[in-house]
């Protein structure tokens, strides 16, 4: 048996948005459960997202670190970011994103890998791509503000970042799954047998 994740949706009687944000909202479905009961289930919808794991030609990793009200903590992630537009391709808002948060370019894009951040409360999809053959980027730097204004950019060893999320001193869920991922598919098939980067993404279709 192949085990992989399947598409499936039930029946949903009634939906409510209660909330509407700027990038988000939150809806409200009665859904019917196996034996027809109905039970009311509160989600988040989310424009889904992107983030970059950058690695350089010394086997470091670009990172930033930046604050995150809802945990009260200043995490260190890797640049990310929300897909703004629907239907956008993600590998061009990773691009985006790598350009405005690190002002860096990369020749070689790959999926890394696809999660749902939190599917028990939350729509979000996340692709996670693998961005080599670094470079700094052309032009001026992009305007940061708000939080991104404090903002601090470094390059780390893969190992240094794999001991830190190990030892939970590391807990943004991108750069938890990409540096795990990553030490994966380097002890596995290699790098260059992942998938490439206009792969299909069902839980965010986009045009290629």
């Given at each position: 048996?192949?085990?992989?994740?399947?598409?499936?949706?039930?029946?949903?009687?009634?939906?409510?948005?209660?909330?509407?944000?700027?990038?988000?909202?939150?809806?409200?479905?009665?859904?019917?459960?196996?034996?027809?009961?109905?039970?009311?289930?509160?989600?988040?919808?989310?424009?889904?997202?992107?983030?970059?794991?950058?690695?350089?030609?010394?086997?470091?990793?670009?990172?930033?670190?930046?604050?995150?009200?809802?945990?009260?903590?200043?995490?260190?992630?890797?640049?990310?970011?929300?897909?703004?537009?629907?239907?956008?391709?993600?590998?061009?808002?990773?691009?985006?994103?790598?350009?405005?948060?690190?002002?860096?370019?990369?020749?070689?894009?790959?999926?890394?890998?696809?999660?749902?951040?939190?599917?028990?409360?939350?729509?979000?999809?996340?692709?996670?791509?693998?961005?080599?053959?670094?470079?700094?980027?052309?032009?001026?730097?992009?305007?940061?503000?708000?939080?991104?204004?404090?903002?601090?950019?470094?390059?780390?060893?893969?190992?240094?970042?794999?001991?830190?999320?190990?030892?939970g001193e590391l807990q943004n869920n991108c750069l938890v799954v990409g540096v795990?991922?990553?030490?994966?598919?380097?002890?596995?098939?290699?790098l260059d047998a992942l998938r490439p980067a206009e792969a299909p993404w069902p839980?965010?279709?986009?045009?290629?």
């Amino acid at each position: 048996m192949t085990i992989k994740d399947t598409a499936e949706e039930w029946e949903v009687t009634a939906t409510a948005t209660p909330f509407e944000g700027k990038k988000t909202s939150v809806r409200t479905d009665d859904v019917v459960m196996p034996g027809g009961t109905v039970a009311r289930r509160d989600y988040q919808v989310h424009p889904g997202s992107v983030a970059v794991l950058a690695l350089d030609d010394l086997g470091r990793v670009l990172v930033i670190r930046q604050y995150r009200h809802p945990v009260r903590h200043k995490l260190w992630e890797i640049p990310a970011g929300l897909l703004d537009i629907p239907g956008e391709n993600p590998l061009h808002a990773a691009q985006r994103e790598l350009y405005e948060e690190a002002h860096v370019k990369a020749e070689d894009w790959r999926v890394l890998t696809d999660v749902y951040t939190t599917p028990g409360g939350s729509d979000e999809a996340v692709r996670v791509f693998l961005a080599r053959d670094l470079s700094e980027a052309d032009g001026r730097r992009f305007e940061v503000t708000e939080e991104e204004a404090d903002m601090e950019l470094r390059r780390v060893p893969l190992d240094e970042l794999v001991r830190g999320v190990l030892a939970g001193e590391l807990q943004n869920n991108c750069l938890v799954v990409g540096v795990l991922s990553l030490v994966a598919a380097q002890h596995g098939d290699g790098l260059d047998a992942l998938r490439p980067a206009e792969a299909p993404w069902p839980a965010r279709p986009f045009e290629v």
